[in-house]
Nanobody
């Protein structure tokens, strides 16, 4: 059973910072791309940032220069969020393409709430 578990969300004032973490566990053979998505109330889920096993990164225009995605080994993913804005308020989800016995599948975490408000 593969699991992605996020942590680090919370309430922060505008201009503040948070660091999200995601840990993958289970019968994992390999993980290629990992990423963070977010979904605000009434909106579609959107890509925030992604990173390949080789370290190539991709960011949404709205977070460039403020957010940094990183990996520690193959199974741990982070998102450093600085200069947070109210429009960053959303549930943040960890996503990964994971190879297990039987094939490669896309997995999602349950999400962690980030609220930016004064």
């Amino acid at each position: 059973q593969v699991q992605l578990v996020e942590s680090g969300g919370g309430l922060v004032q505008p201009g503040g910072s948070l660091r999200l973490s995601c840990a993958a566990s289970g019968n994992i053979l390999s993980i290629n791309q990992m990423g963070w998505y977010r979904q605000a109330p009434g909106k579609q889920r959107e890509l925030v940032a992604a990173i390949t096993i080789g370290g190539d990164t991709n960011y949404a225009d709205s977070v460039k220069g403020r957010f940094t995605i990183s990996r520690n080994g193959a199974k741990n993913l982070y998102l450093q969020m600085n200069n947070l804005k109210p429009e960053d308020t959303a549930v943040y989800y960890c996503n990964a393409g994971i190879a297990v016995r039987g094939g490669r599948f896309e997995y999602w975490g349950r999400g962690t709430q980030v609220t930016v408000s004064s």
